[in-house]
């Protein structure tokens, strides 16, 4: 079956640092990759969104790759800041309109 | 804010009961996702409507019914809840159907407890 991971450990690293996180896939074969922001409590906010054709995506600090030989995407917040404490998630979407998330990953940025 | 409205905010209810939950979607979206979320599961999807239809289904037990009604927005009912129902219940709109790629505004959700 179609399985997302994303590090459950949290990633803590200090402020102006680059966070980096990670999502794999297997058993499946996605058209596109989304990232979103989840805050304790609240609703997932979308960040960007990268197609399989394309290796690689900015938006401001924000940066993602994709690697669909790998099955991975890699996800970099640049000068990180406190603010950008939250839980990550990345989701599949493949010929329909469904999106698979992963579970997420924490991350803590320290000043 | 999404522009995306869930109510209630809260919801505490016993074994057996059932529940409706309501959504809201952003103005001239006229798809609605509905999601659980679970501290050991993730964000799960459960049923995609898309202007009054039902569009795509996810893991959504036949204990759980949603529609969208003329208005757009739609409703969530979970019936018989057993304790593993308790979980985040979120919403999502998005502007259309078979837009791949398309972004989902999330609503702020729904936070079921069964006792």
């Known amino acids: 079956s179609q399985k997302i991971e994303q590090n459950s450990e949290a990633l803590n690293i200090q402020e102006g640092k680059t966070a980096t996180l990670t999502c794999n896939y297997t058993n499946y074969s996605p058209a596109y990759l989304q990232w979103y922001r989840q805050d304790p409590g609240r609703g997932p906010v979308f960040l960007l969104l990268?197609?399989?054709?394309?290796k690689e995506k900015r938006k401001e600090r924000l940066k993602v790759t994709f690697d669909t030989t790998l099955k991975q995407s890699l996800f970099h917040i640049t000068a990180s800041q406190p603010a950008d404490s939250a839980t990550y998630l990345c989701?599949?979407?493949?010929?329909?309109?469904?999106?698979?998330f992963g579970t997420g990953t924490r991350l803590q940025v320290f000043p | 804010d999404s522009g995306v409205t869930q109510t209630p905010k809260h919801l505490i209810t016993a074994t057996g009961q059932r529940v409706t939950l309501r959504c809201s979607p952003r103005s001239g979206d006229l798809s609605v996702y509905w999601y659980q979320q679970s501290l050991d599961q993730g964000l799960q999807f459960l049923i995609q409507y898309y202007n009054g239809e039902e569009r795509a289904k996810g893991n959504i037990l036949e204990r759980f019914s949603a529609q969208q009604f003329p208005d757009l927005h739609s409703e969530l009912n979970l019936s018989s809840l057993e304790l593993g129902d308790s979980a985040l219940y979120f919403c999502?709109?998005?502007?259309?159907?078979?837009?791949?790629?398309?972004?989902?505004?999330f609503g702020p959700g729904t936070r079921l407890l069964v006792l």
């Open positions: 989701a599949l979407g493949g010929n329909t309109d469904k999106l698979i």
């Open positions: 990268i197609r399989e054709n394309e």
């Open positions: 999502a709109s998005s502007v259309a159907a078979g837009a791949l790629q398309e972004t989902q505004y």
